[in-house]
């Protein structure tokens, strides 16, 4: 039988008749020559040769010499074709040529890996050597790209300057070529950083840092953030165009550094075009633009923030001081200053939404701002008094003038919500306010829905506690309505009377009222021992008592010419009535019947004898009371009116007028008491006293121990919320606490304190 013989082994040399030709060809096709295309048949043919010579038993197998062969054909083709190519082109042409070789050793890689592909599929894996592939693009890289790498960086530079300057340039060239810069750097993209980008930033630092000095002096601080804006954009854009995605970052916060943060103080201070002369001509546009710009830097809104603060801060400013010299007799113009206030507020707070994309930190400057001139004081009038005394006007011209829009008192009143939050002495609003809440309740001047809306956006801005005590009066005024509702049903199958009106107030909620002994006239005392009867019925344990102080009655007075109604408060009534039964009395009579004291009593006979009215007669005439002067009743007076208010607070008219009268009415309804405001703050400084005692106790019940400056502190921030405490006020409360065993001191260290369980 005859023995099958192998096939004599393929020498490299002999292989390499077959695969020179079709690599000679494939180098023909590629450079443009005229040239047949591959047929089926020579593909086949060279693959396999190549792989009948990969399949030889050792020593014949040449794969490592296939390998050699073919890491050789691409180093020759890049060493004696491509890079002379290359070399010989300058500018943009050498950037076209080395785009056009790389596309090319691309196109190279992907036939002859095809040729040779059984080494890949076995030799490189077992010997664990670059891939074909990886050969092909490495050999362009080491014999063409290190040689020419330098020259086409200068090159992209060069046009990427041109088109900063305006004009056009290739973009898709450039991007090929950047594109080969990564490449070559075989999944890595510091080939790419090291070779271009470091040079390219370094240059693009250069050429702003020109630009930023030649525009910061010729330029206004608008047009500079314009050309800064647009830069900005076409940088973004030259990285989506041509540039890798890495390099935005780095590019940006080179232009932002050089074209915004190293020139921002001189940027934002220009005089006539700097951030303060933008906001006080409303440039909201250009404000905008700031605002995008910066906010894009780490901290660089923070000048801008300053600014629009140290700005915010000087127009406030400005009105207090136009409101202190408008000021007359220490009177001051509160409802023109708190409008003005709210409407600056409206305006910034706009700035602040809209400009400055309602960002935190320009919340913060503008609450900054206001709270540095909405504390200070006006003619001696502390910014929380004007508040309420604002509040006051507004709410008692709603409540007598039914026409008021109540959208705009809702806008008002959330405005005085605003304002109230950047004031710090909270308390003392609420004192003033609730002083003058009692007179507009007690005086029938207010709208419950109006009183009630303020009192609800309080509670939910400053919690329960902070309106409490005005709840409680509005619901006394309710409850009152139904008291006096009872009360008329009570008497009416009585004998008919005087009309009386009681409101009952629950003592904790309303201020204090100055109370007297004052001796009534006897249909007043009759009225008022109905009234006990009638709520003794309705509530246990409950005690009246009675401030004629606050009361008001309606009274017929006889005159020789004609009847006149005269509304008076309850003092002037007592002495008024202490004439029906005589024409004449002394002072001391009048002051031994009606049991007032010696100031009430002479501003009751002034505001009766002196004043515009004189429904009586003083001998000896003059401007002033006296223990000696006579007082006569003035059955002559005489007026067109036939209903006169009598007020006891004004001193000065001249005209002589008459009265001959009887009661028919009292109203125990409240006559406004003169505003104490030194009595307000006193009473405020009381309660302040006993807050920091509470609060100190709290704190040191939970924490036992605690050094000075820490509870000091605590302290503080606990009651910032409604007033802002005085630090040697804390302690001196310290002291006091210590003093009365709820604190001591630590035997080791003074500075430290115990609680005193």
């Known amino acids: ?102 596309d090319i050793n691309k196109i190279m890689v992907r036939w002859l890996s095809r040729f040779f592909f059984y080494l890949d599929r076995y030799f490189t894996v077992r010997r664990s050597l670059p891939s074909l592939t990886e050969v092909g693009m490495t050999s362009f890289r080491d014999h063409v790209y290190n040689n020419v790498h330098f020259n086409v960086k200068q090159v992209i530079i060069a046009l990427v300057h041109k088109e900063r300057e305006g004009q056009q340039i290739d973009r898709a060239l450039l991007k090929n070529v950047l594109d080969l810069f990564v490449e070559n750097g075989m999944g890595s993209i510091k080939r790419y950083e090291d070779d271009f980008e470091d040079f390219f930033l370094q240059e693009s630092a250069s050429y702003y840092s020109r630009r930023s ?17 647009e830069s900005l954009k076409k940088e973004k854009e030259r990285v ?106 409206d305006k910034y707070m706009a700035y602040v939404m809209d400009c400055f994309q309602n960002d935190t930190l320009f919340h913060k400057a503008l609450k900054e701002a206001f709270e540095i001139f909405c504390n200070k004081k006006v003619a001696g009038s502390s910014s929380a008094e004007l508040l309420a005394t604002f509040c006051d006007n507004l709410f008692r011209k709603a409540g007598n003038d039914k026409s008021n829009d109540d959208s705009t008192i809702e806008s008002t009143i959330d405005n005085v919500v605003k304002l109230l939050d950047y004031i710090s002495d909270k308390d003392l609003f609420v004192e003033f306010y609730r002083k003058k809440l009692a007179r507009r309740l007690l005086f029938g001047r207010f709208n419950d829905d109006h009183e009630r809306s303020i009192l609800t956006k309080l ?46 107030l629950t003592t904790g909620f309303w ?49 020789d010419s004609k009847p006149i109604e005269l509304i008076v408060s309850t003092y002037q009534a007592a002495v008024l009535c202490a004439f029906n039964n005589t024409d004449i009395l002394t002072y001391q009579e009048l002051l031994e019947q009606v049991n007032l004291s010696h100031e009430d009593l002479v501003r009751v ?18 401007k002033t009371i006296s223990k000696t002067d006579t007082f006569e009743f003035n059955s002559k007076f005489t007026d067109k009116m036939r ?96 003093t009365r065993d709820y604190l001591e001191r630590d035997t080791e260290n003074p500075s430290t304190f115990k609680y005193v369980a």
């Open 1 to 102: 039988m005859a023995s099958r013989q192998n096939p004599k082994p393929m020498t490299i040399d002999e292989g390499s008749v077959h695969i020179d030709p079709a690599v000679n060809k494939l180098k023909r096709i590629l450079e443009g020559k005229p040239e047949p295309d591959f047929l089926p048949g020579e593909y086949i043919g060279n693959y396999t040769t190549i792989y009948n010579m990969c399949i030889q038993k050792p020593p014949h197998d040449q794969s490592q010499e296939l390998y050699d062969k073919y890491g050789g054909i691409f180093e020759d083709y890049a060493k004696h074709t491509v890079l002379p190519s290359i070399m010989e082109k300058h500018d943009e042409y050498m950037l076209r040529e080395l785009s056009r070789r790389w």
């Open 605 to 622: 006979l002034h505001s009766l004898s002196c004043a515009k009215y004189k429904f009586l007669n003083k001998q000896p005439a003059s």
């Open 213 to 229: 000095s030649r525009w910061i002096q010729e330029d206004s601080c608008p047009e500079y953030m314009i050309k800064a804006e």
């Open 459 to 504: 509670k939910g801005q400053f919690g329960g506690q902070f309106t409490s005590k005005m709840e409680g009066m509005v619901t006394d005024m309710q409850l009152a309505k139904d008291h006096q509702t009872g009360f008329e049903e009570h008497i009416k199958n009585l004998p008919k009377g005087v009309d009386f009106t009681v409101t009952v």
């Open 240 to 345: 989506a165009h041509y540039l890798h995605s890495g390099t935005e970052p780095k590019l940006v916060d080179i232009v932002q550094t050089h074209l915004l943060v190293l020139v921002a103080k001189q940027l934002l201070e220009k005089e006539n075009s700097g951030c303060s002369a933008l906001l006080r001509d409303d440039k909201t546009d250009d404000l905008s633009r700031m605002y995008r710009l910066y906010h894009a830097i780490p901290k660089g809104l923070e000048p801008v923030a300053a600014a629009f603060r140290l700005h915010v801060t000087a127009e406030g400013n400005a009105l207090i001081k136009q409101a202190e010299d408008a000021a007359t007799s220490g009177s001051v113009e509160e409802q023109v200053l708190v409008r003005k206030i709210i409407d600056l507020h």
């Open 511 to 559: 201020p204090s009222y100055k109370t007297s002994d004052l001796n009534l006239p006897v249909e007043m005392v009759n009225c008022i021992e109905s009234f006990k009867a009638y709520y003794a019925i309705k509530t246990n344990h409950k005690r009246l008592m009675w401030i004629y102080s606050l009361g008001t009655c309606n009274l017929t007075g006889r005159f």
């Open 643 to 738: 209903r006169i208010k009598v007020c006891m607070r004004k001193f000065k008219k001249k005209k002589k007028e008459k009265t001959k009268l009887i009661m028919i009415v009292v109203k125990q309804v409240p006559l406004p008491p003169v505003d104490d405001r030194k009595k307000v703050v006193e009473d405020v400084d009381k309660d302040r006293r006993y807050a920091i005692d509470a609060s100190l106790v709290r704190i040191m019940k939970s924490r036992k121990v605690l050094p000075h400056q820490q509870l000091v502190s605590e302290c503080v921030e606990q009651l910032s919320r409604m007033f802002k405490p005085d630090i040697k006020m804390i302690k001196k409360r310290i002291e006091d606490l210590i």
